[in-house]
């Protein structure tokens, strides 16, 4: 039996309200918020220019350095709490709804590979990308996208090496089911847009597919 706990904003850690989920009334009005996706050049879009053909590409929320939002990615990746990120990615829905990226065919998270999945119990993108689909009422798979190599290790690595890295780090598993479709991609941060970048590059190996990027949390490097 286990202990129940007052629930707590994943932002500021105050005790919520009946009504409220995940996050606080103010937090979720102060929600540092792109506004990307009405954006056409905004700087996730930015990140794949010259280098692999993306459809849109946003955002959610801006990630800074010192912001108390942090603590959501922290809840999310390292704390197994799932209705945060289903919740983050539902609001992430409203945000999308009836613009370009509600027209895709169909939503894949980015995939972990899995010994770092089986690690971790889950992929937290997967829980944004169910979010998600909720609200824009498109299906979503997962599991038609391998990530065949772990690439745990490029934390650290300067921006340059990482673009070098990541080449052939993905696989697709069921080109069937994938072939003709508008796939919107779904992570839960972006940093320089790497992974993205090589997850799109397998699907465009596809017969006329087109991808799509949505990322719960940019994250400015400087
Ligand atoms: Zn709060």
Same mark, same amino acid.
């Given at each position: 039996?286990?202990?129940?706990?007052?629930?707590?904003?994943?932002?500021?850690?105050? $005790?919520?309200?009946?009504?409220?989920? $995940?996050?606080?009334?103010?937090?979720?009005?102060?929600?540092?918020?792109?506004?990307?996706?009405?954006?056409?050049?905004?700087? &996730?879009?930015?990140?794949?220019?010259?280098? &692999?053909?993306?459809?849109?590409?946003?955002?959610?929320?801006?990630?800074?350095?010192?912001?108390?939002?942090?603590?959501?990615?922290?809840?999310?990746?390292?704390?197994?709490?799932?209705?945060?990120?289903?919740?983050?990615?539902?609001?992430?829905?409203?945000?999308?709804?009836?613009?370009?990226?509600?027209?895709?065919?169909? $939503?894949?998270?980015?995939?972990?590979?899995?010994?770092?999945?089986?690690?971790?119990?889950?992929?937290?993108?997967?829980?944004?990308?169910?979010?998600?689909?909720? $609200?824009?009422?498109?299906?979503?798979?997962?599991?038609?996208?391998?990530?065949? &190599?772990?690439?745990?290790?490029?934390?650290?690595?300067?921006?340059?090496?990482?673009?070098?890295?990541?080449?052939?780090?993905?696989?697709?598993?069921?080109?069937?089911?994938?072939?003709?479709?508008?796939?919107?991609?779904?992570?839960? &941060?972006?940093?320089?847009?790497?992974?993205?970048?090589?997850?799109?590059?397998?699907?465009?190996?596809?017969?006329?597919?087109?991808?799509?990027?949505?990322?719960?949390?940019?994250?400015?490097?400087?």
């Amino acid at each position: 039996m286990g202990i129940l706990y007052p629930p707590l904003c994943a932002a500021c850690g105050n $005790v919520l309200m009946r009504h409220e989920r $995940v996050l606080c009334l103010p937090c979720i009005l102060d929600l540092p918020r792109t506004g990307f996706h009405e954006d056409p050049e905004n700087p &996730v879009a930015q990140m794949f220019w010259g280098r &692999v053909q993306v459809e849109h590409a946003t955002a959610f929320i801006n990630f800074y350095q010192d912001s108390r939002y942090r603590q959501i990615l922290h809840e999310l990746k390292y704390r197994g709490q799932y209705r945060v990120g289903i919740e983050m990615g539902r609001m992430f829905g409203h945000e999308l709804k009836d613009t370009a990226f509600s027209r895709a065919d169909l $939503v894949h998270p980015v995939p972990l590979h899995r010994r770092k999945q089986r690690r971790r119990g889950y992929n937290q993108s997967a829980l944004i990308a169910k979010g998600l689909t909720e $609200v824009l009422d498109i299906p979503v798979e997962d599991g038609l996208i391998r990530r065949v &190599v772990n690439t745990d290790t490029q934390t650290r690595k300067s921006r340059y090496e990482r673009w070098e890295n990541v080449d052939g780090i993905f696989a697709v598993k069921d080109p069937e089911k994938l072939k003709d479709k508008h796939v919107l991609l779904v992570d839960d &941060v972006v940093t320089t847009g790497s992974t993205l970048e090589s997850c799109a590059s397998a699907l465009l190996c596809l017969k006329n597919v087109r991808v799509s990027v949505a990322v719960l949390a940019y994250v400015r490097l400087d």
